[in-house]
Nanobody, 123 residues
Framework: QVQLVESGGGLVQAGGSLRLSCAAT????????MGWFRQAPGKEREIVAARSWSGGITYYADSVKGRFAISRDNAKNTVALQMNSLKPEDTAVYYC????????????????WGQGTQVTVSS
């Protein structure tokens, strides 16, 4: 059974940092794009960041550029999201996702989802 399990969410003050991690089990994601989405209450789910298997393609939403950084450890089948300079508008449930490519992730064609982890940024 394929699972993506997120960890690292929590409550932080504005300006603070959090690091989210996602561990994939049940299969290797060789060649897959992996990324992070988020969904705030009353809003649609949006892509935050994505990275290709090789690392040659990285995507960030404009709202997080310069503040968030995505990384992968292919040997460990993990992907992480370092979030700095957090703002109250970053508050959302964050989801780990995997798909055939970064391009697929960008159009929300996702093969696997994690269960989500809550990130709350207080002002």
């Amino acid at each position: 059974q394929v699972q993506l399990v997120e960890s690292g969410g929590g409550l932080v003050q504005a300006g603070g940092s959090l690091r989210l991690s996602c561990a994939a089990t049940g299969r290797t994601f060789s060649g897959y794009g992996m990324g992070w989405f988020r969904q705030a209450p009353g809003k649609e789910r949006e892509i935050v960041a994505a990275r290709s298997w090789s690392g040659g393609i990285t995507y960030y939403a404009d709202s997080v550029k310069g503040r968030f950084a995505i990384s992968r450890d292919n040997a460990k089948n993990t992907v992480a999201l370092q979030m700095n300079s957090l703002k109250p508008e970053d508050t959302a449930v964050y989801y780990c996702a995997a798909s055939m490519s970064v391009a697929s992730l960008k159009i929300h064609q996702v093969d696997y989802w994690g269960q989500g982890t809550q990130v709350t940024v207080s002002s």
